[in-house]
């Protein structure tokens, strides 16, 4: 599930089941090439949403893990080194890349409400683009990378699409989340 195609067109990663657990794994786009598994958590871990970056060298993907963590992930495709953007009890979904590779845009509920955030790759800073009441969802930056639709709740009920400037110098810096459960 969750296909993604590279930026080069010649592969797709996916989330493929495997015995209790779904891993991430990128195949080949040629008939019967094999799957190859890049990422593979704990047992009953799951792995969903693949992105690559621009330079299709990693994937960021969002991760269901032990003890009710919903993270986001990134895998170096030649190392097989995994970073972990968060590691929280927030729920942390649809990661996309900045046109230029720097940022990982995703929709996370750490502060109770649905917002926009970025993750600094450089400097592993994560920031808070958006600030909605009714939740932002599902970012992505237009392929310029001066702009970044979303969507978000409207009070009238349903979902409508929104779009800001990206400029780093207006995100909030994102409080840590607290866990009081």
Same mark, same amino acid.
Not at 156 to 171: F, Q, S
């Given at each position: 599930? #969750?296909?993604?195609?590279? +930026? ?19 195949? %080949? ?10 990422? !593979?958590?704990?047992?009953? &871990? ?7 970056? +621009? %330079? ?9 893990? #032990? ?20 590691? #929280? ?17 995703? %929709?996370? *509920? ?12 450089? *400097? !592993? ?18 392929? %310029? ?30 409080? &840590?989340?607290? #866990? &009081?459960?």
């Amino acid at each position: 599930r #969750d296909p993604s195609v590279s +930026p080069d067109g010649r592969r797709v990663a996916f989330s493929m089941n495997e015995h209790s657990e779904s891993v991430l794994a990128v195949q %080949d786009m040629v008939p019967d090439a094999p799957a190859q598994v890049v990422w !593979r958590g704990a047992r009953f &871990d799951q792995a969903y949403q693949p992105a690559w970056s +621009p %330079d299709g060298t990693r994937i960021a993907f969002s991760a269901w893990r #032990d003890g009710g963590f919903r993270d986001i992930l990134i895998v170096e495709l030649a190392s097989g080194q995994t970073t972990q953007v968060t590691s #929280d009890r927030a729920i942390d979904m649809a990661p996309a890349w900045s046109k230029d590779g720097r940022y990982v845009f995703f %929709d996370s *509920d750490r502060t109770g409400i649905s917002n926009i955030y970025a993750y600094d790759t450089g *400097d !592993r800073s994560l920031f808070q683009v958006t600030n909605v009441l009714g939740g932002a969802f599902q970012a992505a930056p237009s392929p %310029d990378g001066t702009r970044l639709a979303f969507m978000s709740a409207v009070p009238n009920g349903g979902y409508d699409i929104y779009e800001v400037r990206l400029d780093p110098k207006a995100w909030l810096a994102a409080h &840590d989340y607290l #866990d &009081d459960k």
